[in-house]
C-alpha cells in the first residue's frame, strides 16, 4: 500500500483540519457582527465554518466573512462538494486503488442520495414549486450522477414525472450492473456468454413468483382501499385458505372415491373457489363483528385499533391452525403433470447463445391464476354495479352513501374479498409449497412491501410491485457476489426496498395520497 | 359503567383462574402400586419457534414408554412397584425458555430424572441446570459434540462437569461428528469430486457442514457452501445460480430440516437438478419420514439420505411394536428421536431399578454408566464414565457418557412413493441391504 | 351488588378509594420484595419471577410508547435485541473505532460499562429510526418498524461469524457471585428494582408536560402543532427514551441475570405479538397496567400446562375418569389470541383497567374519548382542557 506524499495528501492531513479549525472559531464571530435579523444560528456558522475550511480553505472562509447570506447557497453546497470528494479520495488512498467505483456505490453513493434528498425538495419548497415525486426523483438521481443533479434539479425545478425516476432508476441500476462486471467477474450474472441466459432465467423466475406474489396482495390493497385499515391477519388468512383447500381435496377425494368405488383425486384447482368461499364467510363475519364498531365511530383511536385486532385475530387462527392441523408439512397433489416447461438452448452466432431457460410447471400454472383472478377482480370492480360502488366507497364515503351504496355493506364486501383472495393465493400455492401453520408470517411480509411500492389501495399496482419484488428476490439471490449471503438475505433485499419506499415515497408507483 | 366493567373483567379474570392446574390425572390400575409416583422431566419443543414436529413425536414416545412401563407394574423397586409418569416441558427450542423449563421440572415437580431435549442450543443451555440440581440425565436427540465433551472438557467457560466428581449427563443420540462422517465417507467412497453443500444457518447446520466440509476437503473434494434461512420456501432463484455452472456439481448435500428441507428438494428436482444422473441428491434424516416426504417431494425419488437409529431391516420386536404405535396415532414411520426418547425412558428404568432407589442420583448414575440393555436402538451401553474414566489418546472427548453406537446409516428412494422401510440401505456396506452402493436415477437394483 | 355497594360507600366514607389503592400497592410491592425469603417457594418461582419483571419492564414501556404516545412501534424487542447484542459484542470483541484508530480491547471494558454502551447505542439508533419514522403514520409506521425488526433479526442470524448465529451471543456475567441461592436472589431484586426505576421514570415522563403534550399529540397531531407543541422533537425524544429503556432492560437482562445468552428467534415477530399481547391485556394505556398485564400473563403462561376440570353430577369422560384433563400446550397460544381479541374489541382498556379506575375513583380514558367524540369539531378546545 503505498502512500504517496501529494498535495491531495498534504492537504487532507494537515491544512484541511487547520483551516477547518480558523473557520470554526472565525465564522460565529461573523455573523454575530450581523444586525439582528440576518441572524444566523451560531452551531448552523459552525458547521459551515468546518466545512468550508477543510474543503475551501482560507477561499471558503473569507467568502463566508464578507457575505455570510450565501451560507446556505452556493458557499455551502461547493463545500460539500469538495469535502465528499476529498473524503473519498483520502479513502482511496488508504485501500485497494480497485475500489473507487465500490466506494462510489457504498459511499458516495447514498450520501449523495441523502445530501440530493435533504436540499432539493427544500429548493422546490422555497421555490413554491409542486414538490410531488422530487423527493424520490432527487434521491435516486443522486445515487445515479452525484453532484450533477442539482445541476439538474436546482435552479429550473423542473417538473418532475415518472420518466425521471425510471430513467434515475435504470441508471443507478446499470451502475450497479457495472460495478459488478468489473469486481466480481466470474458471477453469473455478468459472465459472458451465458449472463443474458442467466438474467433472463431470473428475471423469469421473478415473474412468475412476482406475479404469485401480487395475488395475494391484491386482497390486501382491497381491503386498504375500501376501509383504510391494512389487515395484518392477511398472512394467516392465506394459510389457512391452503388448509381448507387441503382439507377439501383430502376428504372430497377420499369421498368421491368411495362412492364410485374408483380411485378419483380432485385437481387442486377445485380447491380454490372452496377456500375462497370459506374465508370470505370468515372474513366478513369478523369484519362484521370486530370492525364495523369502529366505522360506527364507537371506537377511538381506528388505524391501531384495527392493526390490534386484525393482529390478535391472526395469532388466534394461526395457532388454532397448529393445534387443529399439526404442525406436519403437507402439500396437495400437482395442478398438472409437468415438471418443468424448458425452453431448449439455441445457439445464435457461433460464440453467442440463448437458453436453456426452465420454468416449474406448477408455478407457471399458478400464474396464470393469479392473472385470470386479478383481471377477473378488475372486472368486477369497473364494470359490476358492485364493484362500482366498491371502489366509489374508497374514493368518498359519503357521496357514495348519498347516491344508495351502502357503505357498511360495502366494508364488509371488502374486507371478505381481500380474505377470499388470500386464501385463493394460499390455495393456488398449496400445491407448490409444503404447508405448515406458520407459513403465512413470511409470506405477508412480501406482501406488505408489495402493496407499499404497488400503492396502497391500487390493484394494477399490486401486480407492477409484486413483479417487481419478485425480480429483486430472484436477482438479489442469484446476483449476490457471495451465494451464501445471496440466499440468506433473500427477504432482506426486498424489505430493504420497503424501508426505502416508505421513506422516499410512501404512496408508492401508484398510490394516492394517504388517508 | 363502573359496576358493570368491574364485574365483567372479574368473570374474565376467574375464567383465567380456573385454567390453574388443579391436580394430576390417574391412570389405570392393573398391579398393585405404591403411593409415590417417579416423575421424569422430558424436555422437547412443543411450540414454535422450536421443531413442533420434532417435538410432538418426542412426547408421545415419552407417554407410549411411561405407559408400557406402567402396563409392566412400574418401576420395581425393593419390591414395590412404583407408578412412572413423564411430564413434558416447552423448551419452545429456546436455550432461556429450555433452562427456565429445567428449573420448573426440577424444582416444582420435583422430577426423579431428565429425559429428552431436541435442539441442541437447548441442550447446552440446560445441562448445567441438571448437573447443579443432580438430576441424572439421559439427552435423546442434541447432536452438538460439545454436549458429551463437555464432561470431560471445558466448554464456552464451563468447567468439565466431572470435575464435582459426579457427571449427571448421558447421551443416546448421534453427534454431529459421527453422522457427518458416514455421509462423508460413502461420498468419497463413490469418488466425488465436487459437491454443493446448502446448509441452514442455525446451531445444527453450521457446526455439521464445517465438519462434512472439512471431511471432504481433506479427501480432495472441492467443496462450495451455501446458507439459507429457515422458513424459505421459494429457492428457484438459489437453484437457478447452481444450474448455470459450467459443469454440474456430482453432489448436492442438503444440510437443512423440516418443511424448508422438503421445498428445496422438490424444486431441486423438479428444475432437473438432483437427482440426475450427473448429480447425486443427499438430504437428510428428516426424508426417512416417508409419509411426509413423498407428500411434499413428489419428484424426489432416488434422492440419499442419512438415517440416524437403527435400519428398518433390523428392527426388533420392540421397535416393530413402537412403530406400529406411532403409525396409528401419525400416520408415518417412527423417527430416530422418538425411538430415542422411548428409550431413554426405558433405560432411567433399568438403572432405578438396578441402583435400588429413584432419589439417589449418585447410585443412579453408577447404574446408568454400567447399562446393559437392548432396546428399540439395540443395545445400550457408555463405554467412558466414572467406571472407566480414561479416554485412550485419539479417542474424542465426545464419547464420554455417549453410547459409542448410534447407527448412522446412508439409504436411498429407489420407487416412487416407496416406504422408508422398504428403502435401500446403500452405505455402510456392513448394512447394506441391495448389494449396492448407490442406485443410478432410472435403474433398480 | 347491594352489599358492594355499601362496602364501596364504607371504604368511601373511611379511608377513600385512593388511598386504599396506594396501600394495595405498597402492600402488593412489599410482597415482592419479601419474597425471595420465602423458604417454602423454590428458585424456579424466582426465574419465573424474573422473566415476568423483565416481560413487564418491556410490555409498560411499549405502552408508553405506542399507549401514550401514540406510535405503534413493532421494533421494540429489535431495539431490546440492539442493546443486548451491543453489549455481548463490545465485552467480548472491544472497541475498535477505525477512523480515529482507537482499539479498546475488551479486557478494559466490564459488564456495566458493556451494558451502559448498548443501552446508548440503542437510544442512537432510536434517535435514527425516530427521525426516519417522523414521516409515517399508523399502519405505516407498524410496517417500518416490522422491517426493520426483520432486517436486524437476518442479519444477526445470517453473520454467525460475528453474532454467534443461532447459538446465541453469550453476554458479560454482570453478578460474579458462586452460591447459586445467593446469586437468584440479588439476580431478583436487580431486575425487580430495574423495573421500579424504569416504571418511575415512565411514569415521571407520563405525567410531566412532556407526557402531556404526547397525549395532546396522540389524538390529533396537527391540532397539537398548531398549538406550539413541538411535535418532532418530542416524537423523537420519546422514541429514543423507550429505546434505551428496552436496550438496558435486554442488556441486563441477557448478562446471565434473566438468561445467559441472547438468540435471534427472540427477536421474531412472535415474541414481539406477545409483548404487544400482554400489554393490550393489562392495558394500554396505563403503565402499571401493561406491567401487570405483563407479568400475570407470563405468570399464567407457565401455569398453565396442564388444565383438570372435574365434572359434575358424577359425568364420567369416554375413559371413566371423572376429571376432564385439557394439557393447552398446543393451545394455550390461541387462547390468547382470543383474550387479546375480546379485550380489544369489549374492554378496550385492558382486563385491569377497572380496578385502576375503580380505585383512582374517576374515569380518565372514557373521559377523553368522551369529550373527543362531543366536540370532534372543536378539537383544539378539548386538547387545551387536557393540557391545562
Known sequence: MAFDLNLTTLWL???????????????????????????????????????????LGPLGISLFYIAPALIRRATLAAGIVLAVFLASQALVRVTDPQLPSVLWLLLAGPLWAGIAAYFIPRQYRAVEANDDNVLTAAALGGFAIGPLIFGLMWKHSPKISRDWMIAFGSLGAWQIYTLFAIHNPSNPCVAAPFHITYLTQQTANGVVIGTIYSLMAVGLTLIYSVQGIVSFAHGQ????????????????????????????????ILGIPVAGVIVFIIGAVFERVFLKPMHDGLIERVSEYAILITFGFGFFIEYTTLAIAGPFPQRTDRFIEIRRFTFPRTQITDDFFFGPINIIGDRAFAMVIGIVLIFALLYFLQRTWTGRGLRATSQDRQAAAVTGINPTNMNTLSFGMGSMLAAMSGAALIPIFAWVPWVGAEMVGRSYVIVVLGGLGSVPGALVGGIIVGIVEALGAGCHPDPSRGAAYKEAFALVIFALVLLLKPTGLFGREQH | MNRKAL????????????????????????????????????????SAPGAVAGGVAMDWAFAQAAADINAACGVEIDGAHYQLEVITGDSEGSPERGQAVAERLILE?????????????????????????????????????????????????????????????????????????????????????????????????????????????????????????????????ILSRIQARAMPPDAIRIVVTGETSFNLTQQMAELGIAPTPETICVTNQIAFQHVQYWATVPDGNYCAFNRVGIIPSLFNELAVELNTGYEEAFGDIVPSFGMAS???????????????????????????????????????????????????????AYMWHQWPDPIVTVMQYFEQGQSSLEAAVVYPEVYQTHGSAYIAPGTSP | MALFKRVENAIDASIGRRRLGYIALSLITLYFLWFPNDASQSDYYKTVFISGFFYAIMASSWALLAGIAGQFSFGHMAFMGIGAYVAGLIARDGILVAALGIQVGPDYISAVGAILIGTIVAGLVGLVIGWLLLRLRSAYLALFTIAFSELFRIMMLTEYDYTGGSNGLSLRQLLEIADVGVARQVEY????????????????????????????????????????????????????????????????????????????????????????????????????????????????????????????????????????????????????????????????????????????????????????????????????????
Not at chain 2, 142 to 153: E, F, L, Q, T
Not at chain 3, 236 to 257: H, N
Not at chain 3, 299 to 324: C, N, Q, W
Request: some cysteine; hydrophobic content about 50%; aromatic content about 12%.
Open chain 3, 189 to 388: 431484586y436487580l431486575m425487580f428494582f430495574l423495573l421500579i426505576v424504569c416504571l418511575l421514570a415512565m411514569y415521571w415522563v407520563a405525567n410531566s408536560p412532556i407526557g402531556l403534550f404526547l397525549r395532546a399529540m396522540r389524538e390529533d397531531e396537527d391540532a397539537a402543532s398548531a398549538l406550539g407543541v413541538n411535535v418532532v422533537r418530542y416524537k423523537i425524544a420519546i422514541f429514543v427514551f423507550t429505546s434505551m429503556i428496552v436496550g438496558l432492560a435486554g442488556a441486563i437482562f441477557y448478562s446471565d441475570v434473566g438468561s445467559e445468552r441472547i438468540i435471534p428467534e427472540q427477536l421474531e415477530v412472535l415474541q414481539m405479538s406477545l409483548i404487544i399481547a400482554y400489554a393490550v391485556i393489562g392495558g394500554m394505556e396505563s403503565l402499571i397496567g401493561a406491567a401487570a398485564g405483563a407479568f400475570i400473563c407470563r405468570y399464567m403462561l407457565e401455569a398453565m400446562r396442564k388444565v383438570v376440570i372435574g365434572l359434575p353430577f358424577g359425568m364420567t369422560t369416554a375413559d371413566g375418569s371423572t376429571e376432564f384433563v385439557w394439557e393447552p400446550g398446543a393451545w394455550r397460544y390461541a387462547l390468547f389470541g382470543v383474550v387479546t381479541v375480546f379485550t380489544l374489541r369489549w374492554m378496550r382498556n385492558g382486563l385491569l383497567y377497572p380496578f385502576i379506575t375503580w380505585f383512582s375513583g374517576r374515569d380518565i380514558a372514557m373521559k377523553e374519548t368522551v369529550s373527543i367524540r362531543a366536540d370532534d369539531e372543536a378539537a383544539p378546545d378539548a386538547l387545551e382542557g387536557g393540557s391545562a
Open chain 1, 237 to 268: 388468512l392465506y394459510m389457512v385458505g391452503g388448509y381448507f383447500s387441503f382439507y377439501f381435496l383430502l376428504f372430497g377425494s377420499d369421498a368421491l372415491s368411495r362412492a364410485t368405488g374408483v380411485e378419483i383425486s380432485i385437481n387442486p
Open chain 1, 13 to 55: 492531513l494537515f491544512a484541511g483540519p487547520l483551516w477547518a479549525a480558523v473557520g470554526l472559531l472565525l465564522l460565529p464571530r461573523a455573523g454575530s457582527s450581523k444586525s439582528a435579523d440576518e441572524a444566523i444560528p451560531a452551531t448552523r456558522l459552525q458547521i459551515a465554518g468546518v466545512i468550508s475550511g477543510f474543503a
Open chain 2, 7 to 46: 364485574s365483567l373483567s372479574l368473570i374474565a379474570l376467574m375464567a383465567l383462574l380456573a385454567l390453574f392446574p388443579l391436580g394430576i390425572a390417574q391412570a389405570d390400575e392393573d398391579c398393585e402400586f405404591a403411593d409415590y409416583t417417579i416423575t421424569l422431566g422430558g424436555l422437547a419443543p412443543m
Open chain 2, 342 to 396: 422411548y428409550d431413554a425412558v426405558w433405560m432411567m428404568k433399568d438403572a432405578m431399578e438396578r441402583a435400588g432407589s429413584y432419589s439417589d442420583a449418585a447410585a443412579i448414575v453408577a447404574a446408568i454408566e454400567a447399562s446393559d440393555i437392548t432396546l428399540t436402538q439395540g443395545r445400550y451401553y457408555f463405554d467412558y464414565g466414572a467406571h472407566n474414566p480414561d479416554l485412550p489418546e485419539g479417542t474424542p
Open chain 2, 109 to 237: 415437580d420435583e422430577v426423579d430424572g431428565m429425559v429428552g431435549v431436541y435442539h441442541s442450543a437447548v441442550g447446552l443451555a440446560t445441562m448445567g441446570v441438571m448437573e447443579e440440581n443432580g438430576i441424572p440425565t439421559i439427552f435423546s436427540e442434541p447432536w452438538n459434540d460439545n454436549v458429551s465433551a463437555n464432561g470431560i472438557r471445558e466448554f464456552d467457560g464451563a468447567a468439565p462437569r466431572f470435575d464435582d466428581g459426579i457427571d449427571h449427563i448421558f447421551r443416546i443420540s448421534p453427534t454431529s461428528s459421527m453422522v457427518g462422517s458416514v455421509v462423508t465417507d460413502w461420498l468419497i467412497a463413490l469418488g466425488v469430486q465436487d459437491v454443493i453443500l446448502i446448509v441452514e444457518n442455525t446451531d445444527y447446520g453450521q457446526p455439521a457442514a464445517a465438519d462434512e466440509q472439512a471431511r471432504l476437503e481433506a479427501a480432495g473434494v472441492t467443496v462450495s457452501q451455501i446458507d439459507i434461512e429457515l422458513g424459505t420456501e421459494d429457492f428457484v432463484p
